[in-house]
């Protein structure tokens, strides 16, 4: 099986329409499932098979190799 298209922190739409973030990715036998949260008040995580996800903005976008996370 190939890796998965979008990783961690990548920014998505579902083809609902609603636009969330890559919080986890799991590989099943028919493919990826991505748990995305979405951009609402309440943050509610979803499950989305790979076919139903579009890509918005990469997460590592300055394409370094590098995802770096600041904890103040």
């Known amino acids: 099986m190939a ?3 979008f990783i961690h922190d990548d920014v998505v ?3 609902t329409g609603a636009i969330g973030t890559v919080k986890e990715v799991h ?3 028919s ?3 991505y ?3 979405l951009r609402t ?3 509610e995580q979803i499950d989305v098979p790979e076919a139903e ?3 918005v903005k990469i997460a590592n976008s300055d394409e370094t ?3 770096l996370s600041y904890i103040t």
Do not use: D, M, N, T
């Open 13 to 15: 739409q579902v083809k």
């Open 65 to 67: 190799g590098f995802h």
């Open 31 to 33: 493919g990826y499932i």
């Open 3 to 5: 890796a998965p298209r």
């Open 35 to 37: 748990g995305v949260q």
């Open 41 to 43: 008040g309440a943050g």
């Open 27 to 29: 590989q099943r036998v």
């Open 53 to 55: 996800l579009e890509l």
